[in-house]
């Protein structure tokens, strides 16, 4: 009898194309698919949650299958960590009712991006952040940025090239700390636009470093304008953090 998984995946996106099988490189996606079609002796079909681009990596990414097969959810991970590269893994398994959808079912996402911010850029964290030069104020950037906090319609946040059918998104936490040379941006939302996350980190960086005015974003907001915020900041500084799904999805998940 066939029956719906749910994967958590971690992946160093740095040698890939992305999430998405693609035919220009190797995909996260696709080599998922191949171990997991090795461990169940047939072609598997995997969904992922998000739609990592080139060089994004993950900590939470959330996948789901059909297949029949008598491995325990549990024990997936294992078996496919032994057939998968070292900078993919599977972390955890769950068999999970076939009407949820990995992607469709998402209630929340959080993103992280992480900023070097020193002279001199991190020789063990290269393909993990990126590197800012100019000293940033992580202060000033975490006041502007709950401008972006609630309901809005975030057009002018949106790379060309999205396929969304509405740009209204909402962000339900968004913050920017620093420890040491790292500054980190976390935000939480419904769902995001193509390299939203990396528009919005690379405004606050100009904000940071006084490029752009601390009111540049509510501005976007209003106007709508791509040309109101700052450059789309480099993939390798973000990563997919958790995907979450409605509580009551996860109650029948664990029943």
Not at 187 to 211: C, E, P, Q
Request: charged share 15%.
């Amino acid at each position: 009898m066939t029956s719906r998984y749910l994967l958590t995946v971690a992946y160093d996106g740095t040698a890939y194309c992305g999430w998405q099988a693609q035919k220009n490189g190797p995909s996260v996606q696709e080599t998922l698919e191949t171990a997991l079609s090795r461990l169940l002796g047939a072609f598997t079909r995997v969904t992922g949650a998000s739609r990592t681009d080139a060089g994004v990596h993950a900590l939470g990414q959330r996948a789901h299958f059909d297949a029949d097969t008598r491995i325990p959810p549990d024990k997936l991970p294992f078996a496919l960590n032994t057939m998968l590269p070292p900078d993919i893994r599977v972390t955890a398994g769950l068999a999970v009712p076939d009407t949820l959808h990995a992607r469709f079912s998402v209630a929340q996402k959080t993103y992280t991006y992480r900023i070097h911010n020193a002279p001199h850029a991190s020789a063990l964290y290269r393909n993990l952040t990126a590197h800012v030069p100019l000293a940033l104020d992580e202060r000033r950037m975490h006041a502007a940025a709950q401008a972006l906090a609630g309901t809005h319609d975030f057009a002018a946040f949106c790379a060309a090239g999205g396929s969304a059918k509405t740009t209204v998104r909402h962000i339900s936490r968004i913050a920017v700390a620093r420890e040491g040379d790292r500054v980190t941006l976390t935000v939480t939302g419904n769902a995001f636009l193509y390299n939203m996350v990396r528009i919005i980190a690379g405004s606050l960086i100009d904000i940071g470093h006084g490029k752009l005015p601390p009111d540049c974003l509510t501005r976007a907001l209003t106007t709508l304008n791509r040309l109101d915020l700052g450059v789309t900041a480099p993939a390798c500084g973000l990563e997919l953090t958790e995907i979450q799904y409605p509580p009551e999805s996860l109650a029948l998940c664990q029943s």
